[in-house]
């Protein structure tokens, strides 16, 4: 005969843990701090993302951002409230658009923001001409599988070729809002020589651009596919 013995279940009480700390939204890709003089490396065009803990904390980085954003777009976001924190953007900013002294003047105007850097390409440690997406571009009105060649263009992030150039590379030598102009270095598909043209660029949206050559507009493009 086999007899039951029962032994105790001891229970241990675990504390329960305080409220998990709340960090900061992060945003990828993200490089921390830029290096002296406030240029990110490898990274032709930029934002600036910050948080904040209060609405009006918010409201103070753009402000400041957009009194020492030299060369820099009117392009900020509507704070978004989120893991405790106000997330705000502005950018694109040009290399040279933030020295790390502003960069400190206004981080310190507001002790409990935190600032972060992110490639408006998304891409980090490749440069980038344009804030625009690379790929395959058609003039507007045409189609994207029955352009004309004369109707298409190819930005690859070092610069515009179209059906009849290939390994561009555009120099932004002044930058006006959206408005990119500079000069666009290109090889010819046939002869295999080397030219240049003035180009003059305005970025209508991430995925949209007006292009003048040499003083001659050449119309609006749309982005049909990316690569």
């Not at 992060?26 to 600036?48: D, K």
């Not at 803990?53 to 900020?76: E, K, V, Y």
């Not at 390409?121 to 189609?143: C, F, K, M």
């Not at 660029?201 to 596919?225: Q, T, W």
Request: glycine content about 10%.
């Amino acid at each position: 005969m086999f007899r039951t013995i029962l032994f105790p279940v001891v229970v241990a009480l675990l504390p329960v843990a305080a409220s998990a700390q709340v960090n900061p939204p992060t945003h990828a890709p993200i490089i921390e701090e830029p290096p002296l003089p406030g240029v990110v490396q490898g990274c032709g065009f930029y934002s600036v993302l910050g948080s904040a803990r209060s609405l009006s904390d918010a409201f103070t980085l753009q402000d400041t951002l957009g009194a020492i954003g030299s060369g820099a777009h009117d392009n900020r976001s509507i704070p978004q409230f989120r893991d405790g924190y106000y997330s705000v953007t502005y950018g694109p900013f040009a290399n040279e658009a933030l020295a790390a002294d502003k960069v400190s003047e206004w981080r310190d105007r507001v002790p409990d923001a935190h600032v972060k850097y992110g490639c408006v390409d998304g891409v980090p440690g490749q440069a980038s001409a344009l804030p625009i997406s690379r790929g395959h571009y058609v003039r507007e009105g045409t189609l994207c599988d029955n352009a004309p060649n004369a109707a298409i263009r190819v930005y690859d992030g070092a610069g515009i070729s179209g059906s009849a150039t290939r390994d561009c590379t555009l120099d932004v030598t002044e930058v006006d809002g959206p408005l990119y102009g500079g000069t666009n270095t290109c090889t010819d598909t046939y002869d295999g020589q080397r030219s240049a043209s003035a180009l003059s660029v305005r970025v209508l949206s991430a995925n949209r651009f007006r292009l003048a050559e040499n003083g001659r507009i050449e119309g609006d493009y749309r982005l049909c596919r990316e690569g």
